[in-house]
Every structure is written in structure tokens, then in C-alpha cells.
């Protein structure tokens, strides 16, 4: 067996053992606003829920290992004292992927991850209206772990309301654990999905992907392509040059055939194919063909 004082190895080290060893973890996809009224969105996995009366439900914003630096989230959970916790499901995990991405300050993640602001009732911060559970809730305190980078910051958040799509509640009216089909991270790229196993969804954060935002309305508005699909869109640098997509199409004779079609369905479902086999370039390609 391998045994490891965790004072002898390094805080990156340290923290992939930590997230490989405890999973799967669940989702807090925390809505928070600054000062100035700005929204922000961004997923976290220490998260749990501590009590259910009070409802207390803890999530740590944990100090970025390379640099010291604090997350946006930690900032606003201080100075406001209000945050909505969004609850992930499989439909929305490449979404909440993108919206982990770390985009400069007063960037509104919603708009890049294309999800919809809808007004809370009882705290400032909005709800994500694409997930199936939000928890509007009132912070009763911050509790710092640590200065150093990895140290986390605890989060103790009352839940004040609480909501629920009704397309995952069962006959009497509470959560139907199939319906509600979470997804949940581990070490790594590795998340899970209840009852169906564990799949990968690469990391955003070493590059700043255009947004569901800059993605035109006419793919965007797709009557096939998903909220997943559209995240793996929206987490591309750049959008392909001209003369590579003359390349795709002189080298990919199914792209070419689908796209003689003209038929804006069957190029989405094929662009849809290339997104299924996380080759969102070769979507790009084809999709912006068709313009």
C-alpha cells in the first residue's frame, strides 16, 4: 500500500489524491452577484447538504493552488450574503462545464453558458432556470480554512426556498431519483451520472471558450441540438477560418453529401454526430458551412 504524509508531497498533488479518493461529489452550481448588481455563475464540488433544520447546505469556493488567488463566487458570498444553489443534471452538464471556465470579472456566465436568468423570490441572485432543483438561500457565515493556495473557504448557506421542476417529482410528490438524473464529479476529467456510469467532460480552464452567447441564433435556437450540444459549441477558442472549412468539406465526403442536402436538420444531426465524438471542430466546420 501506498502511504503519504500529505505535508511531504505538493498542494497539486495533494488535492488530485483528495478529489480521486472522494467521489463522487455533488454539484453546487452557485448563483451569486457582486456589489454592483453583476451576476455570476460557476460550479463547485465541495458541496453537501449538513442539516435539514435548519436547511444548511455547505460549499467551499477553495483558493486557486496556482496563483493564491480567490474565485468571484467567494468575493460576492462576503459582500452580499445571498446565494442560489442550481442543482446539475445530465442535460446541463456541458453547460455548467463552460460556466466553470474563468472568465474576467462583470462576465456574465449565464449569457456565456446560455442559460436563463430567472428572478428569485426572496434573495437577490437569479436561479438557473434549465436546473431541475434551486435552492434560494441566505449566507449565515464564511469560514476561511486557510491563506495559502488550495485552502478552502467554507460557505454555510441557509436555504430560505426551495424549488422543484415538477417533471422530476414521483406520485406523492417528492424527488424521483431516476427522474431527476444528477450528475456528480470525481478525480479528473470523470463525472458521473446516476445509474448509468461514469464519462468524461474535458476541462475548460485552460482557455476561454467564445460562449453559447456568440453562437448565431439560427444554430443556437436548433430544434436538435441540446443544451449539452451547444456547451461543447460554446467551448471553443475561435469559430474555424474559410479555408478550413473548404479542407473539411474536400476531405469529409459525408459532411459534403449532408450539406448538398440543404437540409438544416440532417446537418445538425450530423453536426451532432462529430459532438457525440467530442470533435466539435468538425461540427463547427459543417454548421458554419451551411451559412
Not at 461529489?25 to 465541495?46: K, V, W, Y
Not at 435539514?52 to 468571484?72: C, E, M, Y
Not at 456574465?108 to 436568468?117: R, S
Not at 453559447?212 to 439560427?218: F, H, S, W
Amino acid at each position: 500500500m501506498l502511504s503519504i504524509d500529505p505535508n511531504e508531497i505538493s498542494t497539486g498533488k495533494r488535492h488530485q489524491y483528495l478529489l480521486g479518493a472522494v467521489g463522487p461529489r455533488p454539484i453546487a452550481f452557485a448563483s451569486t452577484i457582486d456589489e454592483n448588481g453583476r451576476p455570476n455563475l460557476s460550479p463547485f464540488s465541495f458541496f453537501n447538504v449538513f442539516s435539514a433544520n435548519p436547511p444548511i447546505l455547505v460549499f467551499s469556493p477553495a483558493r486557486r493552488g496556482r496563483d493564491n488567488t480567490v474565485k468571484h463566487t467567494y468575493l460576492n458570498a462576503k459582500a452580499t450574503k445571498e446565494v442560489v444553489i442550481n442543482i446539475v443534471d445530465y442535460k446541463i452538464v456541458q453547460q455548467m462545464s463552460l460556466a466553470s471556465t474563468e472568465y474576467a470579472e462583470g462576465v456574465n456566465e449565464f449569457e456565456k453558458a446560455g442559460f436563463t436568468m430567472l428572478k428569485s423570490d426572496l434573495v437577490k441572485p437569479f436561479r438557473v432556470a434549465e436546473s431541475p432543483v434551486q435552492f434560494e438561500c441566505k449566507i449565515k457565515d464564511v469560514i476561511e480554512l486557510g491563506a495559502e493556495g488550495g485552502a478552502g473557504n467554507l460557505v454555510i448557506c441557509e436555504v430560505v426556498k426551495m424549488h422543484f421542476d415538477e417533471a422530476i417529482l414521483d406520485a406523492e410528490g417528492f424527488i424521483d431519483q431516476h427522474k431527476i438524473d444528477q450528475v456528480a464529479r470525481m478525480g479528473g476529467n470523470w463525472y458521473t451520472r446516476a445509474n448509468m456510469g461514469m464519462f468524461e467532460v474535458p476541462k475548460p480552464l485552460s482557455k476561454l471558450g467564445i460562449g453559447v452567447d456568440q453562437i448565431p441564433p439560427e444554430i443556437r435556437t436548433s430544434k436538435v441540438l441540446t443544451g449539452n450540444d451547444l456547451g461543447k459549441l460554446g467551448n471553443v477558442e475561435n469559430f474555424p477560418l474559410e479555408e478550413e472549412i473548404k479542407e473539411f468539406l474536400n476531405e469529409d465526403l459525408e459532411a459534403a453529401e449532408v450539406l448538398k442536402s440543404g437540409d438544416s436538420e440532417k446537418i445538425h444531426l450530423q453536426a451532432q454526430l462529430y459532438l457525440e465524438k467530442d470533435e466539435p471542430a468538425k461540427a463547427w466546420k459543417l454548421l458554419l458551412a451551411k451559412k
